[in-house]
């Protein structure tokens, strides 16, 4: 049994001590196919959005899910402080809880109040290691424990850092694609004297972003749990509205750039794909088609009353889905498990963007109010 303990131990440590490596000092993603902390987040994500379905009105919850995100890393903190806590335990029975207590007390009880004490650098005194080995046991939690709050201390400004990155591009989307964003707003809003050209810098500028988001949610995957300030808005809505306006671009907007629109939408989906691997979403077919025929008619109809024609005929129309399908799977699952409602092909009417509100004017909901189409151009 004390073999088992002593392997059982060791095992527990060099779990926690690769999960946080991998976790916090590893910067890519990792394709082990079990991993504490995936399990972890996968266990306790399900739960927590059944719970708020169940028990927060739809009102609320949007609030409520995005507690998550600071929650749950707070917990995993703590379940790795506590797996370690518990291997360094099992290492001290093994080696016969060569420990002495004040009151005389022995046993694993005893052994695990030492290894806590040790490990949150407390020296209360009232447990001491009496063997050599033991003794080591003590020093090396001890280092260890210094060593996991540093790597704390040095991950959170990064996370918060990540996070509001992101944040800000998002914010800045409001005004120009709509809350939420939508590829109709983001082309309308693009038809003054120099629209053609902002077009391209923003997407441009969203090819970076893409990859960014990319490479931070790859490196930091709690950030996907993370949810913006406003209920109309998040990562998963911005890829998608970019997505479909590159779709749109690319199936044959005349006049405007085709060739930055195929880069964008190359790391776009890029990270559409891989993001959707790293939280094992399968993609499927939403039961409600986002753009249907009728829907595709109107939106010509509002492009071409911006002055922007959008080519028609089975080929275009063809090749429009074709570029759907290479996204829209895959942000359909995303959307699914993280909760998040994607954005419409085409802005509802009536609806103002979140800069244009007003607290005063809120009306007990969580909803922008209601005014005027949304006909302003930037």
């Given at each position: 049994m004390t073999v088992i303990a002593a392997i059982f131990g060791?095992?527990?440590?060099?779990?926690?001590?690769?999960?946080?490596?991998?976790?916090?000092?590893?910067?890519?993603?990792?394709?082990?196919?079990?991993?504490?902390?995936?399990?972890?987040?996968?266990?306790?994500?399900?739960?927590?959005?059944?719970l708020v379905r169940g028990l927060v009105s739809a009102r609320r919850r949007e609030t409520w899910l995005s507690y998550f995100g600071p929650l749950s890393f707070l917990l995993l903190l703590s379940v790795w402080a506590s797996v370690?806590?518990?291997?360094?335990?099992?290492?001290?029975?093994?080696?016969?809880?060569a420990v002495l207590a004040m009151e005389g007390r022995t046993g694993f009880?005893?052994?695990?109040?030492?290894?806590?004490?040790?490990f949150f650098t407390l020296g209360l005194g009232d447990a001491?290691?009496?063997?050599?080995?033991?003794?080591?046991?003590?020093?090396?939690?001890?280092?260890?424990?210094?060593?996991?709050?540093?790597?704390?201390?040095?991950?959170?400004?990064?996370?918060?850092?990540?996070?509001?990155?992101r944040e800000v591009?998002?914010?800045?989307?409001?005004?120009?694609?709509?809350?939420?964003?939508?590829?109709?707003?983001?082309?309308?809003?693009?038809v003054h004297e120099r629209g053609k050209e902002a077009l391209r810098e923003l997407l441009h500028e969203w090819e970076r972003w893409s990859a960014e988001l990319l490479e931070?949610?790859?490196?930091?995957?709690?950030?996907?749990?993370?949810?913006s300030q406003h209920d109309n808005q998040s990562w998963?809505?911005?890829?998608?509205?970019?997505?479909?306006?590159?779709?749109?671009?690319?199936?044959?907007?005349?006049?405007?750039?085709?060739?930055?629109?195929?880069?964008?939408?190359?790391?776009t989906r890029h990270a559409v794909i891989d993001l959707s691997l790293v939280f094992r979403t399968n993609p499927f077919e939403p039961d409600r088609d986002r753009l249907p025929q009728e829907r595709l008619v109107e939106l010509r109809a509002i492009l071409e009353?911006?002055?922007?024609?959008?080519?028609?005929?089975?080929?275009?129309?063809?090749?429009?889905?074709?570029?759907?399908?290479?996204?829209?799977?895959?942000?359909?699952?995303?959307?699914?498990?993280?909760q998040v409602i994607l954005p419409p092909w085409i802005a509802e009417e009536g609806w103002i963007d979140n800069w244009q509100g007003s607290y005063w004017e809120q009306t007990g909901n969580d909803k922008p109010s209601k005014g005027k189409s949304r006909a302003t151009h930037f």
């Open positions: 060791i095992f527990l440590i060099l779990l926690v001590l690769w999960e946080g490596f991998e976790t916090i000092v590893l910067p890519r993603r990792v394709t082990r196919r079990f991993r504490l902390t995936r399990f972890f987040y996968r266990n306790t994500w399900l739960p927590w959005v059944w370690l806590i518990t291997g360094f335990a099992f290492l001290h029975w093994a080696l016969g809880s009880l005893t052994d695990l109040y030492l290894s806590g004490t040790t001491l290691p009496r063997s050599d080995v033991s003794r080591l046991l003590v020093v090396v939690e001890s280092g260890l424990g210094f060593a996991f709050l540093a790597l704390v201390i040095s991950y959170l400004p990064a996370l918060n850092q990540t996070f509001a990155h591009s998002i914010s800045l989307l409001d005004a120009r694609a709509g809350s939420p964003p939508t590829a109709s707003e983001m082309l309308s809003r693009h931070g949610h790859l490196s930091y995957p709690v950030l996907a749990y993370f949810r998963l809505a911005a890829l998608t509205a970019i997505l479909d306006t590159c779709a749109l671009i690319m199936t044959g907007l005349d006049g405007v750039c085709e060739r930055q629109a195929e880069l964008t939408f190359a790391i009353g911006n002055g922007q024609k959008l080519r028609e005929g089975d080929i275009v129309d063809r090749k429009l889905h074709e570029l759907r399908q290479m996204y829209e799977p895959y942000v359909n699952a995303l959307a699914t498990y993280f």
